[in-house]
């Protein structure tokens, strides 16, 4: 479909007689068009990194496709609308919107049928003048639509997958078909973690890249200084030096009640000023309520804090850079790693227990970043911690955690992991790293930690049951 909407966009769409003419050029002929695809701000800045330092090979042509994966995208407004974008999309020769192309259809929920996967890629093809190109791909998150949707729709395209996030740190969360999974040549990520390699799709031995940070960091400067969007970046509030609160919407992902994840925040703002902190930012996630922030500014009003609301739809980085705050707090944010590992900023995280004991089933892929969050820093109700900052545990214990709670996740995926799982369960499960793991899952696997298999019967037994209820029967009796 057209890319028509999409700010400093050319038509996405060819004349179909050229496309005709393209299609029947003799093979020598042929050019190689790059579809990368991305759904964020972050992913894309990401890519303009890789393609900064030459990550991808010669193309003929580039070409974002841009996917809004929110539930209700007609109300969303598409990155293409973010400041900073018009920065970032300098790199591509065309913009296209996914949503547009497959509408009525929601990019998260739709896949096309096996058979129809000809007839889509002749109307991909037809629709963004690709004519009989070469293609190569490159996407996030391979294992859901919409990055699965258009790899089976290029059928034998090489593909490549780009991480923006901790979720590369963890396995794939799912089976992913071999005839997709055996195309992909790379993943490039971030070294968010550095001496952390990542288990993503290291089941089909794919070649791991790192985007050098240098040129990443480099790349998210160009977002505060994007003249397409220079009013509201100046419109951003000139706070120096606060704390600043960056709010997750895990309630709409059922994690949390909206209740709950009102008294986090809550949490975050009281951490702050008893560590001494009177100037409080708070960026609330775009979708959360409004009824959020009111909450907060009442709670800031009672404690004596002075706290501003960023209504602006930038990335935190983008603040980094303006406030240069003296705290940054949130949940299990990739923001937080960013601040730390690439901005040299303090750091402390709230809420992360509760998280890992909520999180269900137990292979939810938001385990794993929960896991590093909590692992590599300072709660924030722990002042001696806060103030240390930088104490880092061992790379080959965090390894070994990472491989032990990816065995337990998706041990059919990753059965090679099992002696590693079996040796840091043995060695290194204590009060602290019991919070990573749940007993009956340590049981099903017989893992270390679990029930020994003699006695895994016993919970199971109906006699054994019908004896302790009695028992408890007969004690509540006596004390009454």
Not at 45 to 68: C, Q, S
Not at 212 to 217: D, G, K, R, Y
Not at 251 to 256: K, N, T, V
């Amino acid at each position: 479909m057209s890319a028509a909407g999409l700010p400093g966009a050319g038509s996405a769409v060819r004349d179909p007689h050229t496309a005709a003419l393209v299609a029947a050029t003799p093979d020598h002929r042929r050019g190689t068009t790059q579809i990368f695809l991305a759904s964020t701000l972050y992913g894309i800045a990401t890519l303009a990194a890789a393609l900064d330092t030459d990550r991808f090979g010669p193309a003929d042509r580039r070409v974002l496709l841009i996917a809004n994966n929110a539930a209700t995208p007609e109300t969303t407004p598409s990155v293409a609308t973010m400041p900073g974008f018009e920065k970032l999309r300098t790199r591509f020769d065309d913009v296209v919107s996914w949503n547009e192309t497959i509408s009525p259809f929601h990019p998260g929920g739709w896949s096309p049928r096996g058979d129809d996967l000809p007839l889509w890629e002749r109307y991909v093809r037809l629709a963004w003048g690709l004519g009989d190109d070469r293609v190569e791909l490159a996407v996030e998150s391979i294992q859901v639509n919409p990055a699965l949707a258009v790899a089976r729709i290029f059928e034998g395209a090489p593909v490549d997958v780009y991480a923006d996030g901790l979720m590369s740190y963890g396995p794939t969360r799912s089976k992913l078909d071999p005839l997709v999974g055996t195309r992909i040549r790379r993943l490039l990520h971030l070294d968010l973690v550095p001496g952390l390699k990542p288990l993503l799709l290291t089941e089909f031995g794919v070649e791991q890249e790192v985007v050098p940070t240098e040129t990443f960091v480099k790349v998210l400067a160009e977002l505060a200084d994007d003249e397409t969007h220079a009013g509201v970046i100046d419109a951003l509030p000139r706070v120096s030096e606060p704390a600043l609160l960056l709010g997750q919407y895990l309630s709409a992902l059922g994690i949390l009640t909206a209740e709950e994840e009102e008294e986090l925040h809550g949490a975050m703002l009281r951490g702050a000023a008893e560590l001494g902190h009177t100037r409080v930012v708070f960026k609330p996630h775009p979708t959360a309520p409004a009824r959020w922030s009111r909450q907060l500014e009442k709670e800031a009003e009672r404690i004596g804090v002075e706290l501003t609301v960023l209504d602006t739809p930038v990335l935190a980085e983008v603040l980094y850079q303006r406030m240069r705050p003296a705290l940054v707090v949130g949940c299990f944010s990739t923001a937080l790693l960013t601040a730390s590992a690439f901005y040299d900023l303090p750091v402390a995280r709230v809420g992360t227990e509760l998280l890992l004991e909520r999180l269900k089933p137990y292979e939810n892929s938001n385990r794993v970043p929960v896991t590093l969050v909590d692992a590599l820093l300072p709660d924030l109700a722990d002042r001696e911690a806060v103030a240390r900052q930088g104490a880092r545990p061992d790379p080959r214990a965090l390894t070994g955690l990472v491989r032990a709670v990816g065995f337990a996740m998706q041990p059919k995926i990753y059965p090679s992991l099992r002696p590693a799982a079996e040796a840091y369960l043995a060695a290194h499960l204590n009060d602290r790293t019991w919070r990573y793991f749940k007993k009956r899952r340590l049981t099903a696997l017989a893992l270390p930690g679990g029930i020994p298999v003699q006695l895994a019967f016993i919970p199971r037994n109906a006699a054994v049951r019908k004896v302790a209820r009695r028992a408890r029967s007969l004690k509540r009796a006596a004390l009454g």
